[in-house]
């Protein structure tokens, strides 16, 4: 699959590398694993030389090895043997970048953890020695994304706050999936769009898997993710085991539950059988995986909340993958595509909604954007967007099928809400319908 979008993160990437010309730079770069980036920094600056480090999990030895003949490769300098650490080779490096400007990457950067933790702060030492002389462009890269924070964000940790910026990079947008369809399923449905929407979430790497399978259709996707040589099929597990540790068990435990529809902390906790209001706040402060959402108009500490996931993938594959293991121990993938198939339309109307509210993020044109429900979730309005500047307010229902959308029962609800929301007073209010034609 060619490169898709990242305009604007190319072009800080570029501003910072020209940046680093007169003053060293330091840029950390984080996002979920798959997200592409790695691809990105190398697109980026793929018209000059970028000394590639990857920090895999082995010797610290065998690292500068392959580090020593990067620098080698890419620089044409002889370096006279291997260093005999990290430190030694960064030192190097630093002292180099003194009379030459280049861009250092560093991906997987946390996997130095393992290597050799003392390397965070030998690291630190060197760059505040040499940074205010330097011309490096140091760029390091890390999918764990906990331990990205807490190198770089923890007060006791040695590199805290020694990046000059911090960047995280995020999922394709809407109109980044049509365009990608455009260009290799240019006959696509709504229900095509609204699939791969739904099962990738704009990740990259999820798209490009099923670009390059040609499965572009909502058929097809579902057979090439449901298959026993899935790359989907282990992915969720593969990624959060990882971040979690050893307490995933529990985590997963409630993310099964949130991506079944118990989405309130008393509903999770009848399932899971204890107090999780820890594990809730790592999950949405430390992972950033789920995030609490209140209804528009509602106090910030609102019991009203509800928890959700972030990640479109997730979301599918704690509904699906991980629910349905049994069925994928035995190699029943055909019965598990059906039972998708069966829950799906219902599914992917929730999802519908997360789509309509993203392409409203993504337009720009409102102050405000969310969700309204009552306390016995009796009464929900799908989405509200509002602009503080020519005081409009938008009042959405979301249905796959238009012909389900009943405007008379969305303004009964417009006027429930009314009664205790009082952010709208003196805005111009129309309700409207949005239906998957709408995509």
């Not at 929730?350 to 993203?358: H, N, P, S, T, W």
Request: aromatic share 12%; with cysteine; glycine share 6%.
């Amino acid at each position: 699959m060619r490169f898709f979008d990242r305009k604007e993160e190319i072009a800080t990437l570029r501003k910072i590398r020209d940046n680093a010309e007169r003053n060293a730079q330091f840029t950390v770069l984080t996002g979920r694993r798959r997200i592409g980036k790695t691809s990105l920094v190398l697109k980026a600056y793929e018209d000059k030389p970028v000394l590639y480090f990857f920090v895999g999990r082995k010797a610290e030895s065998l690292l500068c090895e392959e580090f020593r003949h990067e620098v080698e490769d890419k620089l044409g300098i002889k370096l006279g043997g291997t260093p005999s650490g990290f430190a030694e080779l960064f030192d190097y490096l630093m002292e180099l970048s003194k009379q030459q400007s280049f861009t250092l990457f560093i991906d997987e950067f946390q996997n130095f953890v393992r290597v050799n933790s003392s390397v965070f702060s030998d690291i630190q030492k060197i760059w505040d020695l040499n940074h205010s002389e330097s011309r490096m462009n140091l760029v390091v890269c890390g999918s764990i994304y906990s331990m990205m924070t807490k190198i770089f964000r923890d007060k006791k940790e040695p590199l805290y706050n020694r990046q000059n910026r911090f960047m995280t990079i995020h999922a394709f947008k809407p109109s980044v999936l049509k365009e990608i369809l455009d260009a290799y399923h240019p006959g696509y449905t709504k229900e095509d769009l609204l699939a791969l929407y739904t099962f990738t979430g704009g990740v990259a790497k999820y798209v490009e898997l099923l670009v390059d399978d040609n499965a572009l259709t909502y058929e097809a996707m579902i057979d090439s993710i449901i298959s026993p040589d899935s790359t989907f099929i282990n992915e969720g597990r593969s990624i959060l085991i990882e971040e979690f540790g050893k307490d995933y068990d529990t985590y997963f435990s409630i993310l099964s539950a949130i991506a079944s529809g118990k989405t309130r902390r008393s509903e999770i906790e009848s399932i899971i059988g204890r107090h999780i209001s820890g594990y809730l706040t790592r999950l949405e402060d430390d992972y950033e995986i789920i995030t609490k959402q209140i209804p528009v108009g509602a106090k910030p500490l609102s019991k009203n909340a509800i928890y959700v996931i972030r990640d479109n993938f997730f979301t599918f594959w704690f509904r699906f993958i991980f629910k349905y293991a049994h069925i994928i121990e035995i190699g029943a993938y055909g019965q598990l595509r059906t039972l998708i198939k069966r829950d799906y339309p219902t599914y992917s109307g929730k999802i519908l909604e997360r789509y309509f509210i993203d392409k409203a993020v993504e337009s720009g044109g409102y102050t405000l954007i969310g969700q309204w429900w009552d306390r016995k979730g009796e009464n929900e309005i799908d989405m509200i967007t509002a602009n503080e500047l020519d005081k409009t307010v938008e009042i959405y229902e979301i249905k796959r099928n238009r012909q389900k959308i009943d405007m008379s029962a969305l303004e009964q609800k417009v006027k429930i809400m009314l009664t205790t929301v009082h952010l709208f007073n003196g805005y111009h209010i129309e309700t409207k319908g949005l239906d998957l034609q709408d995509m």
